[in-house]
């Protein structure tokens, strides 16, 4: 039996459960890097870029190539090398600020750039990656079409060859960074199966067009691919795989970040809503005080924490090596759930301040719904979850 006394130091409301202290030094100093960052950088800002419905995207990779985030967690050619538990905190905080700005971050470091990187030629490699770690050309993935969502097997987009060149022909929808990208990675389908296109912003045929009227993910940039008989040098194409495993391999990495990245918009509602409690008075007492809000404030504190802890936990596993695309579909299915009823219940902690973009709940809820169908429903995984359970497959 242990012997150990009661430590003297009550829990914390910033981190109840004492989860940092499982952070090695090297990660807590990149997580309060980034903390700073978003604090200084996004938090003053982003309100009015939701607002707008425009965020700086150009000056934004800049910072975050400084920052080394983008990419991070890939080796060589100017990435970080850093650790998936790392890139995981740095996705945490930076969802903390607004989930349009992990996006931007994920997109490029954990589709166009692992494409690239996993699957791409050494030239490919060359050209890019170290453009895009430092923030000097953007890049997006274009999986999506109007008519193939979850079930991107049906894609419609089509290469053929012609001659030594390709001939690529088809429309992406709802891709991030679309027209702020210097590089978009396109799937389409070949003879030989799903493959992967590098495609230059500027390639005679490829235009974009953003989509508009969006109340989710305002500060970030979301925008239709039209390719219209693109002509590209066999050295355009993604050389490793010819088979939809490509794609989704990198969904697993966008993924990973999602499952921290959903609990940082989680804890910044909740600690708006703690303060918040603590300040506003009704009935001559701080509504923090009721208790049907103290209740709630302990929902949203055990629930940040539990995800947090989940997230921690496919770090390791990622780290080590033995992290499952299925272990993902749990952690994204199960943190964006529990984010999305964090950032409900605070709004309405705020009362008719929480629906104003003074406070941040708003915001991060809106962004929420978009976060809870991309890279993957919910009921998608909840779907792999289920097929791993049973071994019966019910996609079809
Ligand atoms: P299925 O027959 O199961 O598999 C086809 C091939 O793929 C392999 N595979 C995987 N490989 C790596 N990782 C995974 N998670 C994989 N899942 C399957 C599989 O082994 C097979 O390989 P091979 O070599 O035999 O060909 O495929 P399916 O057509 O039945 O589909 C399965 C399903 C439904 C799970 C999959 O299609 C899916 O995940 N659908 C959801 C689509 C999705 O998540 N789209 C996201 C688009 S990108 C995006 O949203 C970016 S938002 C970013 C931001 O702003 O942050
Ligand atoms: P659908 O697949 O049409 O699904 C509609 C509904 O049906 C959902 O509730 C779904 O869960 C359900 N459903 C579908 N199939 C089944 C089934 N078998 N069983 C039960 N229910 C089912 N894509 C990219 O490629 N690149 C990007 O950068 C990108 N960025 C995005 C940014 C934003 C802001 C948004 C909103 C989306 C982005 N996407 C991107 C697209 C995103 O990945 C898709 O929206 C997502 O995969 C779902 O596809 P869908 O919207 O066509 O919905």
Redesign the pocket.
């Known amino acids: 039996m242990s012997t150990a006394a009661t430590p003297t130091e009550k829990p914390r409301a910033e981190d109840f459960l004492a989860i940092d202290r499982n952070l090695s030094d090297e990660e807590r100093d990149i997580r309060d890097t980034v903390r700073a960052w978003v604090r200084d950088k996004v938090v003053p800002e982003v309100g009015e870029w939701f607002e707008a419905g425009a965020v700086p995207a150009r000056e934004l990779a800049k910072e975050l190539g400084a920052l080394n985030v983008l990419g991070m967690h890939l080796e060589g050619y100017g990435c970080a090398g850093a650790s998936a538990t790392a890139y995981g905190l740095a996705c945490l905080e930076l969802e903390a600020g607004d989930s349009g700005i992990?996006?931007l971050v994920?997109?490029q470091g954990s589709?166009a750039m692992f494409a690239i990187w996993k699957w791409g030629s050494e030239e490919q490699k060359q050209e890019w990656l170290p453009r895009m770690a430092a923030g000097e050309a953007i890049g997006c993935?274009g999986?999506?079409e109007p008519d193939a969502?979850?079930?991107?097997?049906s894609m419609r987009t089509r290469a053929r060859r012609d001659g030594s060149d390709w001939i690529l022909s088809g429309q992406k929808m709802?891709i991030?960074n679309g027209s702020v990208s210097d590089v978009a990675v396109v799937w389409a389908r070949t003879e030989e199966?799903v493959t992967g296109f590098v495609v230059p912003a500027g390639t005679p045929g490829f235009t974009t067009q953003d989509i508009h009227k969006k109340l989710s993910?305002r500060a970030?940039v979301t925008s239709e691919l039209l390719l219209d008989e693109v002509r590209l040098p066999d050295s355009a194409r993604l050389p490793g795989v010819s088979?939809?495993?490509g794609?989704?391999?990198c969904?697993?990495e966008?993924?990973y970040g999602?499952v921290w990245g959903a609990i940082g918009a989680a804890r910044a509602c909740f600690e708006a809503a703690l303060s918040y409690a603590k300040e506003r008075t009704q009935f001559d007492k701080p509504i923090a005080s009721f208790q049907i809000q103290q209740l709630k404030l302990a929902q949203m504190a055990t629930e940040v924490n539990r995800g947090t802890l989940l997230a921690l936990h496919l770090g390791r596993l990622k780290d080590e090596g033995a992290l499952r695309?299925e272990h993902?579909s749990m952690g994204k299915l199960a943190n964006v759930n529990a984010a999305l009823e964090v950032c409900r219940t605070a709004r309405q902690v705020l009362g008719a301040n929480g629906i104003t973009l003074e406070y941040p709940v708003i915001r991060h809820m809106n962004n929420l719904e978009?976060?809870v169908t991309?890279?993957?429903?919910a009921d998608?995984h909840a779907?792999?979850l289920g097929e791993t359970l049973t071994g019966i497959?019910a996609?079809?």
């Open positions: 992990r996006s994920s997109v589709l993935f999986l999506t969502g979850s079930d991107p097997g709802w991030t199966g993910l970030s088979s939809l495993k794609p989704l391999s969904l697993n966008a993924r999602i695309p993902v978009s976060v991309y890279e993957g429903t998608v779907l792999v497959g996609f079809r």
